[in-house]
Structure formats: structure tokens, C-alpha cells
């Protein structure tokens, strides 16, 4: 087996996850690539976070596809699936191209990575030769000599690229960056730019906006509630209350189940502590906590009772959608029928 599965996550998804998931998922966020081709240049900014390279080295299509069958045993799962990041130009070419020999050989659909420094028609010949359905792009590809927490959505989104995957229909999956998340104030008016110059452009909010505990949420969805073209996505996320307030903002129509694989196959609990987040996991699996101030190991007792986060993120949905009384057919909606939705839709504007 790809990965261990225990008799408590068996009694998580068969007591709390079966009946509640529709029987037909899309993971809206996913990344697939092979650890052999990637090459990282000297001198590569680091302006992520480290844990989640500590989960899997790597997730090629298989092992996504093998993800899917243990985690929802009897359900039917699809993806929307992109590269990883890369400040190394070969490596992002290496793992698009692969992405689109993989979307062709799976039927599942895909986004192109993007770099910052191409030209806007070099973007669409990219994105129609490989057959992909728009674009992620990610702020480790931001100009190196910006500092990390100056980088805008525009040095990795140029408008260039926003105005060429506005003329075709297309989606832009966007991780926003800043300390702040999704309070920060120009964060928000970026996005709010964004979504009033590109009215056709497909913009997914990732994350709900990197609002990990509820103080990231700020007044971010009070200030972008004119934005009615603006689409979220829950993944990497175990936020009930930032997901209850989306909702209640947007409605059932405009959220989307994302996964972030393969980082969800993490074994973990998620707290708040002095005003961010801390990923209890169990000890010795995900080497040196220390290295990491978003980690912290547990006792060996205590990790009997941690499971997926991929279970976690849908039990906070769950706790969200309770809350607000959402029938099934709701709960359909964001699991699945957003995505099938959106993903045809754009198909249809791309390709005709």
C-alpha cells in the first residue's frame, strides 16, 4: 500500500466521511510530478514553508489515482491537476509537459504552470498545445530580488497573462502571498482589481485565501462580496469557521473541494497557538520538527487518534455545512458539481 491506513481512519470515513461525501468527487487542487525532474538551482529563494515537502517526495499520477481509492473506497474521484513549483525553467517544463501526458492518459483535466517571465503568447501556446484548461502560478517565481513579503499577485500573475487568460475563458488557480493572508489589505485590493479588469477569467482563491484560523479571515469577504465572478477553494485547510463564513458570504455555488495532494496523505491535527497554526503529527515520521515552526510531534498515545488530513479538512466542511442546515445536493455542489461545472465550461471557451 502506498500509505499506511489505520483502523481509526477506517472508523473516521465509515462513521463520519461515507455518507456524507457524494458518491462522484472532484479535487479541484492537486499536484502531480516525479522527484527525477526536478532540479533545484543554487541559490533558490525559499519563501515557503517547509512541511509540506516532508509528507511525499513526490506524486506522480498513480500515485494519485491510488491516493484516491484508499482515502473514498466506493467513491468515484477525478482531478484538476498542476506541477509543482519551480524556480528552475527546465524542471517547470519537465513537469508541465509531463502534467499534460498524464491529463491525455488519465482524462483528467489540468492547468499549465506558469512562469512570471513569459510573454502572454507564449502562455497560450503553452496552455493550448498541452491541452490544459488554464493556468497556476505561485509566488516562488516571483522575481528573487523582491522580498518575500512584498511579492503582489501581480509579480506572478503579470497582467499579461491575466489579460491573455481573460480573452480565452480560462482559470487562474491562485496561492496569494503576504504574512497578512488573506487580511492583508493589498492582497485584497489586487484581488478585487483582478476580478473587476477580468470579468471572464476563472480566478479560484485558494486556500480560502490562506485563512488557516479564523483571525486570517479579517473582513477580507465583506470587502470582495461585489466580486460575484470570484470562486474558493477549501484545500489544505481545517478551518470551520473561516469555511462557515465563506459560505454564508458566497454560497454553496462558488466553493470548491480541493485537496492539495499529496500533502494531505499527512498523518496530523491542526491547532491555533499565538496567532497561527500548528500541525500536530505523530512522532518520527516527518523528520526534525525544529525545522519547521508550524510542527510539532505528539505522543505516540496521543497519534493513535490522528488521522488524514484529507479527513480533517472534510470533517471542518462537515462541522460548516451542518451549521447551515445544506442538504445533500448542496454538499454535491461543492464536492462535485462546481467543479464538473466549471471545468466544462472552460473546456467549451478554450477549445470550442
Given at each position: 500500500?502506498?500509505?499506511?491506513?489505520?483502523?481509526?481512519?477506517?472508523?473516521?470515513?465509515?462513521?463520519?466521511?461515507?455518507?456524507?461525501?457524494?458518491?462522484?468527487?472532484?479535487?479541484?487542487?492537486?499536484?502531480?510530478?516525479?522527484?527525477?525532474?526536478?532540479?533545484?538551482?543554487?541559490?533558490?529563494?525559499?519563501?515557503?514553508?517547509?512541511?509540506?515537502?516532508?509528507?511525499?517526495?513526490?506524486?506522480?499520477?498513480?500515485?494519485?489515482?491510488?491516493?484516491?481509492?484508499?482515502?473514498?473506497?466506493?467513491?468515484?474521484?477525478?482531478?484538476?491537476?498542476?506541477?509543482?513549483?519551480?524556480?528552475?525553467?527546465?524542471?517547470?517544463?519537465?513537469?508541465?509537459?509531463?502534467?499534460?501526458?498524464?491529463?491525455?492518459?488519465?482524462?483528467?483535466?489540468?492547468?499549465?504552470?506558469?512562469?512570471?517571465?513569459?510573454?502572454?503568447?507564449?502562455?497560450?501556446?503553452?496552455?493550448?498545445?498541452?491541452g490544459f484548461l488554464g493556468v497556476k502560478a505561485y509566488l516562488d517565481l516571483a522575481?528573487?530580488?523582491?522580498?518575500?513579503?512584498?511579492?503582489?499577485?501581480?509579480?506572478?500573475?503579470?497582467?499579461?497573462?491575466?489579460?491573455?487568460?481573460?480573452?480565452?475563458?480560462?482559470?487562474?488557480?491562485?496561492?496569494?502571498?503576504?504574512?497578512?493572508?488573506?487580511?492583508?489589505?493589498?492582497?485584497?485590493?489586487?484581488?478585487?482589481?483582478?476580478?473587476?479588469?477580468?470579468?471572464?477569467?476563472?480566478?479560484?482563491?485558494?486556500?480560502?485565501?490562506?485563512?488557516?484560523?479564523?483571525?486570517?479571515?479579517?473582513?477580507?469577504?465583506?470587502?470582495?462580496?461585489?466580486?460575484?465572478?470570484?470562486?474558493?477553494?477549501?484545500?489544505?485547510?481545517?478551518?470551520?469557521?473561516?469555511?462557515?463564513?465563506?459560505?454564508?458570504?458566497?454560497?454553496?455555488?462558488?466553493?470548491?473541494?480541493?485537496?492539495?495532494?499529496?500533502?494531505?496523505?499527512?498523518?496530523?491535527?491542526?491547532?491555533?497557538?499565538?496567532?497561527?497554526?500548528?500541525?500536530?503529527?505523530?512522532?518520527?515520521?516527518?523528520?526534525?520538527?525544529?525545522?519547521?515552526?508550524?510542527?510539532?510531534?505528539?505522543?505516540?498515545?496521543?497519534?493513535?487518534?490522528?488521522?488524514?488530513?484529507?479527513?480533517?479538512?472534510?470533517?471542518?466542511?462537515?462541522?460548516?455545512?451542518?451549521?447551515?442546515?445544506?442538504?445533500?445536493?448542496?454538499?454535491?455542489?461543492?464536492?462535485?458539481?462546481?467543479?464538473?461545472?466549471?471545468?466544462?465550461?472552460?473546456?467549451?471557451?478554450?477549445?470550442?
Amino acid at each position: 500500500m502506498l500509505f499506511a491506513k489505520t483502523d481509526y481512519d477506517e472508523k473516521v470515513y465509515r462513521e463520519q466521511l461515507e455518507n456524507y461525501l457524494p458518491d462522484r468527487m472532484i479535487d479541484i487542487h492537486c499536484h502531480v510530478w516525479k522527484d527525477s525532474q526536478i532540479h533545484k538551482p543554487a541559490g533558490a529563494v525559499q519563501r515557503s514553508v517547509v512541511w509540506p515537502s516532508l509528507v511525499a517526495k513526490d506524486n506522480p499520477v498513480e500515485d494519485l489515482q491510488e491516493t484516491y481509492k484508499i482515502m473514498f473506497p466506493g467513491k468515484t474521484v477525478s482531478a484538476l491537476m498542476f506541477a509543482n513549483p519551480s524556480q528552475d525553467l527546465p524542471s517547470l517544463k519537465r513537469m508541465n509537459d509531463y502534467v499534460s501526458e498524464c491529463s491525455s492518459r488519465t482524462g483528467f483535466p489540468a492547468l499549465y504552470f506558469s512562469h512570471p517571465t513569459e510573454s502572454a503568447e507564449e502562455l497560450e501556446t503553452a496552455i493550448l498545445k498541452g491541452g490544459f484548461l488554464g493556468v497556476k502560478a505561485y509566488l516562488d517565481l516571483a522575481d528573487p530580488s523582491i522580498p518575500t513579503d512584498q511579492i503582489r499577485i501581480f509579480d506572478f500573475f503579470p497582467h499579461a497573462h491575466l489579460k491573455k487568460l481573460d480573452e480565452m475563458g480560462a482559470i487562474a488557480m491562485c496561492h496569494i502571498p503576504r504574512k497578512l493572508r488573506f487580511r492583508d489589505p493589498v492582497n485584497l485590493a489586487d484581488i478585487k482589481e483582478i476580478a473587476s479588469t477580468y470579468p471572464n477569467l476563472k480566478l479560484i482563491i485558494a486556500h480560502i485565501g490562506r485563512a488557516y484560523i479564523p483571525s486570517d479571515m479579517g473582513n477580507a469577504l465583506e470587502y470582495l462580496s461585489d466580486c460575484k465572478n470570484l470562486l474558493f477553494d477549501f484545500c489544505a485547510n481545517t478551518c470551520s469557521y473561516a469555511m462557515y463564513e465563506t459560505l454564508k458570504s458566497v454560497g454553496d455555488r462558488r466553493m470548491l473541494f480541493g485537496s492539495d495532494l499529496p500533502i494531505l496523505r499527512m498523518r496530523m491535527r491542526r491547532i491555533e497557538e499565538n496567532g497561527t497554526y500548528i500541525n500536530l503529527v505523530p512522532p518520527k515520521i516527518y523528520g526534525d520538527p525544529s525545522q519547521d515552526p508550524h510542527l510539532r510531534e505528539v505522543s505516540e498515545k496521543e497519534a493513535e487518534r490522528l488521522t488524514y488530513f484529507m479527513y480533517e479538512e472534510i470533517l471542518a466542511m462537515k462541522q460548516a455545512t451542518e451549521k447551515l442546515g445544506y442538504s445533500k445536493e448542496q454538499v454535491e455542489n461543492l464536492f462535485f458539481n462546481n467543479a464538473d461545472n466549471l471545468i466544462n465550461s472552460v473546456r467549451k471557451n478554450i477549445y470550442k
